[in-house]
């Protein structure tokens, strides 16, 4: 079962490093992929209007507090967020830049091009939905094994000390993530709730379907 899974797959253009500054076309490729599902899946949580993802409620509760947007705020975090990769000793790579700069640059542009639906149902399936993208995201640029972004390296590093399904890692990030945004004054929704218990089952899947279809 893809809930039970505790390893990164390795697939055929996987990189052998993530510390690799030559990496094939194809990894390059598969990574850019993979970026661009994730912050569109953000995106589209955000413009669904039935709450962010637990680190953009986050990035919005301290924007409130410092007078700066949310994506700024969030690049921010973002590179705060690999400091804490000193004490796990993970190692940054392409993919940790590429990640910082396409995931926010899909979010402004998920955000412009997309509107809200009009029925609350509707929101709540754009929110599953988004939510399910960011899995998959995650399931390509992980693989392609150019290093984590910050929170997934932060994710995989506490998987790895711990020992626990990354299932129950990502959730466990996520729902202290989404705690301390909302005390800040994020705004808290019901896809809020739908991202932070299943982000880890997502990845968890996107990783399945990718080692598995996409060798």
């Given at each position: 079962m893809f809930?039970?899974?505790?390893?990164?797959p390795k697939n055929c253009w996987s990189s052998k490093k993530p510390l690799n500054l030559k990496p094939k076309s194809l990894t390059i490729f598969y990574l850019t992929l993979g970026l661009l599902i994730f912050g569109l899946g953000e995106g589209l949580?955000?413009?669904?209007?039935?709450?962010?993802s637990p680190w953009s409620v986050l990035a919005q509760g301290i924007s409130l507090n410092i007078n700066l947007s949310i994506g700024v705020v969030t690049f921010i975090v973002s590179v705060c967020t690999l400091s804490l990769w000193i004490f796990l000793k993970q190692k940054p790579g392409i993919g940790t830049v590429f990640n910082i700069i396409i995931i926010a640059a899909m979010i402004d542009l998920t955000i412009f091009y997309f509107v809200t639906p009009v029925t609350y149902f509707?929101?709540?399936l754009m929110a599953i939905?988004?939510?399910?993208?960011?899995?998959?995201?995650s399931g390509f640029y992980l693989i392609a094994n150019l290093g984590p972004g910050p929170r997934d390296g932060l994710m995989t590093g506490?998987?790895?000390?711990?020992?626990?399904p990354i299932a129950t890692v990502r959730a466990g990030i996520e729902i202290t993530v989404v705690s301390i945004g909302w005390y800040l004054g994020g705004t808290v929704g019901a896809g809020t709730l739908l991202f932070a218990f299943g982000i880890g089952p997502a990845v968890a899947?996107?990783?399945?379907?990718?080692g598995k279809f996409f060798d």
């Open positions: 809930l039970t899974i505790k390893k990164i949580l955000i413009v669904s209007y039935s709450g962010a509707g929101k709540l939905f988004a939510v399910l993208l960011v899995g998959l995201g506490i998987q790895r000390i711990t020992n626990f899947l996107g990783l399945y379907l990718v």
